[in-house]
């Protein structure tokens, strides 16, 4: 009697995994990157996701729900698989680790200046395993209940509208960035919307009944709908020039929130942050769990998760300062960029050799 | 375990065995009070226990006429109703432990089930108290328990299953199902399951129901159990199971999730918007116990820039006098609260009520002028508890109180953090318990927006058209209510 993971659960995980700490500073990037109106240039580049999970569909049909490993392995000798898959999982590692550590340390600056942060960070790690030993229909379970511990923040937003203007928005569009457009630039931007691409790790839970890239879609379009809220607010709530030079624009706007009973809200509003980089770092550790798992077959899943949340706290000893660990995001983020785009082109084209070998192999 | 496989061997041997006079003797030896007499007349002899049989039904119906009878009307009048003929030594014994007579007529073994009614009839439940509904709660005796369910269902297709607990006690329990309505699978699933435990004796539901959940080290209960009538028999018909067994006032029911414990009868009693308010008073009260005090710690540790100017006065001041630092503090309250609270379920009623007032009195103002504690805690502490009392079950109400030992420490440590960290491992605990293989976060996770309107709130009845969801019931639809 299991669970089936249908297109709604789907769509909040999609929404949680890529709500991470990247959204903190999304309004300064698109101002720095984009410039003015940059909430339009940041649709477009919503779109450009939406075309690579339109790719992953087209893997999803042509492989006919078949997981990327059994795609990759009807082709490819292990020999050539196993480093692709370690690298991988290192990769996914790091962004979670990173996206984890990146949220402490904001944290840290915030309200715990004095205290180390990888023993905040132990205990996020804590959580990571208690997470990770789960099986994903229970990770969904929990990351729906995350969601709407987080989804509730998007009621802070009304509060804004009378200090808001729109005249701060300008009728200039694209103007006022610090290097111009650029490619890096524009994939610094990009890369808040990363996480989508794990998508290609839910096949094997989803069959044509539970509309899988519905709610891959669906997911997007509503962290898209989220992102633009953010930036809308911190744009016409700052001035251009003051979203540019702030650090965490959209922790300045929740620090503006003051109530009669309560003040310095952003206090008890960021930390329902965690649990979406939370979401996060437990998804990618999973993508690397499954690549893991295929090397290591006599393994049970749940005995990855000690070793795997250990490496995570590992690698948050990395970056000791949030400088560093936003260089390394950057770094990370830019890498699974490019995987994210290049894993379903080089799926498409096993699937097609793959199929062409079978048929051979049937004609013979 | 107090049977062995040379025990179950010998049970095996005693099913095939006729039951003769020395062989139900020997089996009853060392019982003292067991009765083996011998009737004058008719000259059949007879085992049984006073204490289980009903001594003013034995005396009229077998050992008037037998003593009448003569040695050659023996048989003939004891082969047929109300008397049965023993087969076999196993079931003779279990019969005679049931309240039956062995009745001893040449080679020849009959029963007389005269079982005694014993315990209290049934009464109002003191744990579960209604303001409006039905008062009758649910006693030790299951012939009381089920006859009431089957006042309430009277349809053959509430179906009854009997089965047995404890390798030497052999408790019995009635599991209960409406044929049609509940899930078959879950039926076999739980029945089997409760046939599989292997234990000396079970004493009560709430004990039986550890033995088969599915996660034996969480703190939350898997099992709805509850004393009333109308709650089961609203659990029977929403598809769901029921199991009651024999000295326990508790009945429980399955499959069961989270929300389902915020419920009460009464919601149903009260019109749908007063039910709904109810339900979310409730589900406040879970937030207020869980978190209140523990974010009182977490703000006079780490985050007095949240207080506002005005209060952040009086609190300071108050704070001043107390030499604990605001995580101690706290941990002292609420431990003397669960003291209190402790101490007045043990004692007798009036003796209970002196506890409240020197609670009263001494975690009231003295605590506050002894510099022991600040009064703001004292007003957070008071809260958190009355709010735990809010939650209808109280093993659920119990769970929640000690999970907020666990936020409070958090929250001390790592402030608001802490607390949220507190609630992700809360959450992330709860997305891993099933109860016979569902979730028990429906209907949030698996989110099921219809089940919603009688979980969260207490929809209106044109509304509640559907059976749960986690029921899986066959027979979907409940009612055929029109606005």
Redesign the interface.
């Known amino acids: ?3 089936k993971l ?1 297109g ?2 789907v769509a909040l995980l999609i929404f949680m995994i890529e709500l991470d700490v990247t959204v903190f500073m999304l309004p300064r990037m698109v101002a720095v990157q984009i410039g003015t109106n940059g909430w339009l240039g940041f649709l477009g580049l919503s779109l450009i996701a939406a075309f690579n999970i339109w790719l992953y569909r087209l893997v999803y049909r042509a492989g006919q729900g078949r997981s990327v490993f059994d795609i990759s392995e009807a082709v490819l000798p292990k020999i050539v698989l196993y480093p692709l898959y370690a690298s991988l999982s290192l990769l996914w590692l790091g962004i979670g680790a990173f996206a984890g550590k990146s949220f402490v340390l904001v ?1 840290q600056t915030l ?2 200046q004095t205290s180390p942060p990888m023993q ?1 960070f132990a ?2 790690c804590l ?1 990571v395993y ?2 990770l030993a ?1 099986d994903l229909y ?5 990351s ?3 969601f ?2 987080s989804i509730w923040m998007l009621v802070l937003a009304p509060y804004f509208f009378k200090d808001w203007s729109i005249h701060r928005f300008t009728a200039f569009f694209f103007h006022g960035t610090e290097n111009g457009h650029s490619l890096s630039g524009m994939l610094d931007v990009y890369a808040v919307f990363i996480g989508y691409e794990l998508c290609v790790f839910l096949f094997p839970f989803s069959d044509a009944k539970t509309k899988l890239f519905k709610g891959v879609f669906a997911g997007h379009a509503i962290i898209t709908a989220t992102y633009l809220l953010t930036i809308l607010v911190s744009f016409g709530f700052f001035s251009f020039e003051e979203v540019k030079i702030l650090q965490f624009p959209l922790i300045h706007t929740l620090e503006y929130i003051e109530m ?6 952003e ?2 509003v ?3 942050f ?2 979406s980089n ?1 979401v996060t770092t437990v998804m990618f550790a999973f993508a690397a769990r499954s690549a893991l798992g295929r090397m290591l077959p006599g393994v049970e899943a749940k005995r990855f998760a000690l070793p795997l949340a250990a490496a995570v706290f590992a690698l948050g000893f990395l970056p000791s300062v949030f400088r560093e660990a936003a260089a390394l995001i950057r770094l990370t983020y830019f890498t699974e960029t490019c995987v994210a785009f290049i894993l379903p082109l080089l799926l498409l084209i096993l699937i097609k050799i793959g199929g062409k070998t079978s048929k051979e192999a049937s004609s013979r | 375990m107090a049977d062995g496989k040379g025990n179950d061997a010998g049970a095996n041997a005693a099913e095939k065995t006729k039951p003769t006079l020395a062989l139900v003797a020997e089996s009853v030896k060392g019982c003292a009070d067991c009765l083996h007499e011998k009737l004058a007349g008719s000259g059949a002899e007879l085992i049984y226990f006073p204490t289980l049989v009903d001594l003013d039904c034995l005396q009229r119906d077998l050992i008037r006429p037998l003593s009448q009878a003569s040695p050659e009307q023996l048989n003939s009048l004891l082969s047929g109703a109300p008397y049965r003929t023993a087969t076999d030594l196993k079931s003779c014994a279990k019969s005679i432990m049931d309240g039956a007579a062995a009745v001893f007529a040449g080679q020849d073994v009959y029963l007389f089930d005269a079982p005694k009614s014993t315990g209290r009839k049934i009464e109002q439940s003191e744990t579960e108290t209604i303001i409006t509904g039905p008062h009758d709660g649910f006693v030790e005796a299951l012939e009381e328990n089920l006859g009431v369910i089957r006042k309430r269902i009277r349809s053959p297709k509430l179906k009854s299953v009997a089965l047995e607990v404890g390798e030497v006690a052999k408790t019995r329990a009635i599991l209960l199902y409406v044929e049609g309505l509940a899930n078959e699978q879950f039926v076999t699933m739980l029945t089997d399951r409760i046939q599989d435990i292997e234990i000396d004796g079970v004493s009560d539901a709430n004990m039986l129901v550890q033995l088969i959940d599915e996660n034996p080290n969480s703190l939350f209960p898997q099992y709805l159990t509850t004393e009333r009538p109308d709650a089961v028999v609203s659990k029977l018909l929403g598809g769901r199971i029921a199991v009651i067994l024999d000295g326990s006032p508790s009945v429980f029911s399955a499959p069961t999730a989270f929300l389902e414990f915020f419920s009460s009868p009464d919601d149903y009693y009260q019109r749908w918007p007063i039910g709904t308010a109810l339900r979310i008073l409730r589900l406040i009260g879970f937030l207020i116990t869980i978190c209140f005090t523990a974010f009182y710690v977490s703000v006079t540790t780490f985050h007095y820039e949240m207080i506002p100017h005005t209060m952040l006065l009086n609190l300071a001041e108050s704070r001043s006098r107390v030499p604990f630092p605001p995580l101690i503090e706290a941990l002292l309250m609420e431990t003397t609260i669960e003291l209190l609270r402790e101490a007045g379920a043990r004692l007798p009623t009036k003796i209970g009520q002196t506890i409240g007032i020197v609670g009263g009195i001494v975690i009231g103002q003295a605590a506050v002028q002894a510099g022991f504690t600040s009064n703001i805690l004292i007003i957070a502490v008071a809260i958190s508890a009355i709010a735990s009392f809010v939650i209808p079950s109280y093993i659920m109400s119990a769970s929640l109180r000690l999970i907020r030992f666990g936020l409070i420490v958090l929250a001390g440590i790592l402030g608001n953090l802490g607390l949220i960290f507190g609630i992700g491992f809360l959450v992330v605990h709860m997305a891993g318990v099933t109860n016979l293989g569902t979730s028990y976060l429906t209907p949030i996770a698996p989110a099921k927006f219809m089940d919603i309107l009688d979980t969260l709130v207490r929809g209106p009845f044109w509304a509640l058209k559907k059976r749960p969801s986690l029921s899986r019931s066959p027979n979907k639809t409940r009612a055929k209510i029109k606005r």
Not at chain 1, 260 to 265: C, K, L, S, T
């Open positions: 009697m299991k669970e249908n709604f659960h944290f309200s715990f905040i205990v996020y959580l208690a997470l789960k229970s990770i969904v379970k929990a729906t209940v995350f709407l511990l009669p009973f309560i003040n310095r809200v206090n008890l960021f930390p329902f965690l649990f939370l």
